[in-house]
């Protein structure tokens, strides 16, 4: 967690299901939360505005509001001047209104706030979603957002953010739906001893 006033940061490990708590001190808000995979892979960010907020969610959705409320990689946010209010409710706004469809489909709201809301880790609504999709960014902080299952792409222009809505069939929606499964049958199917032992 990097204070985006002073120099106060924090540092931890989420539990199991990445979980963590605000800190009450030790930091100054607004900050952002970067939180990375031991091994040191992808980042994902979040954003703290108070110490009265009680949720942080830090997912892919999360670091592209962060991305486009900034106009780059969220890695390079480092004041507070950098998000402004505006900037933030346009940014949230528009993400929400990039998944409206998908939204709609897997009965998330429409007003959803991706900063403060979380939720649970059981393949259905809002995780169902993150199950399936996949962010990227490009060396300007241009992100492109896929889904990892149906490999339909939108890349972004941050100088000019199109907020139409990524278009979902039903075929589609029952292939996110059913896919993880299907996958999890096709891994443990292919499971041989000496692969075990491998890997």
Do not use: M, R, W
Request: hydrophobic residues 35%; glycine residues 6%.
């Amino acid at each position: 967690i990097n204070s985006l006033v002073d120099s106060t940061s924090l540092t931890g490990t989420a539990d199991v299901n990445g979980g963590f708590a605000i800190p009450s001190s030790g930091v100054t808000y607004p900050a952002i939360v970067k939180v990375q995979s031991l091994s040191g892979g992808k980042a994902n960010y979040g954003y703290i505005a108070s110490g009265s907020q009680t949720n942080v969610p830090v997912n892919p959705l999360s670091t592209l509001i962060l991305s486009l409320a900034s106009g780059g990689n969220p890695a390079s946010i480092t004041t507070s001047n950098q998000l402004s209010n505006t900037a933030l409710t346009t940014a949230k706004t528009a993400v929400n209104s990039i998944f409206s469809n998908i939204f709609q489909a897997f009965s998330v709201s429409a007003g959803t706030d991706l900063l403060t809301t979380n939720f649970s880790t059981n393949h259905t609504g809002l995780d169902l979603i993150l199950d399936a999709l996949n962010v990227k960014f490009d060396a300007l902080g241009n992100p492109t957002i896929c889904t990892k299952l149906l490999n339909a792409c939108k890349t972004l222009d941050l100088t000019n953010v199109d907020t139409t809505a990524v278009s979902i069939t039903q075929n589609e929606i029952d292939s996110l739906k059913s896919a993880p499964l299907t996958a999890c049958s096709n891994s443990i199917t292919a499971l041989t001893s000496s692969s075990i032992t491998s890997d």
